[in-house]
C-alpha cells in the first residue's frame, strides 16, 4: 500500500494491506539500539499517517501461537468492521 505521495511507507514482516494491518516480528537481533529503534518509529509514523496498525509480536509470543494467531484475527475482524469491509463476502470462505 503506498501513501498519498505514491511512496511505499514501509516494509512489514507480515501485511494485509487491504485491512491496513502489519504485524512486525520484533527482536533484539533487528529492533534494538538507538539507530533500529529510529529507523522502526519513522517507519511506524509513516505506516500510522496512511491508516495502518501495525501489530507487535515478540519471542515470548511464541510460548503460545494460538493466542497470537487469535490476537491477529481479532484485530483483522475489528479492522475490517472500522474500514467498513463486508467479511462475509470478502472470500468465498469468508475469511479476509
Known amino acids: 500500500m503506498h ?3 505514491g511512496a511505499l511507507p ?11 494491518l502489519g504485524v ?14 529510529s529507523l522502526d518509529q519513522r517507519r511506524d509514523d509513516r505506516l500510522a499517517t496512511a491508516g495502518w ?4 509480536v515478540g519471542w515470548y509470543d ?6 497470537v494467531a487469535s490476537t491477529i484475527a481479532l484485530i483483522a475482524r475489528r479492522r475490517a468492521d472500522l474500514l467498513g469491509i463486508d ?6 470462505n469468508g475469511q479476509l
Do not use: Q, V
Open 3 to 5: 501513501d498519498e505521495a
Open 87 to 92: 467479511r462475509a463476502n470478502s472470500r468465498p
Open 62 to 67: 511464541t510460548e503460545d501461537p494460538l493466542m
Open 53 to 56: 496498525h501495525i501489530l507487535y
Open 10 to 20: 514501509g516494509r512489514l514482516d507480515l501485511a494485509c494491506p487491504r485491512l491496513l
Open 24 to 37: 512486525e516480528a520484533n527482536s533484539k537481533t533487528f529492533h534494538f539500539g538507538r539507530r533500529a529503534e
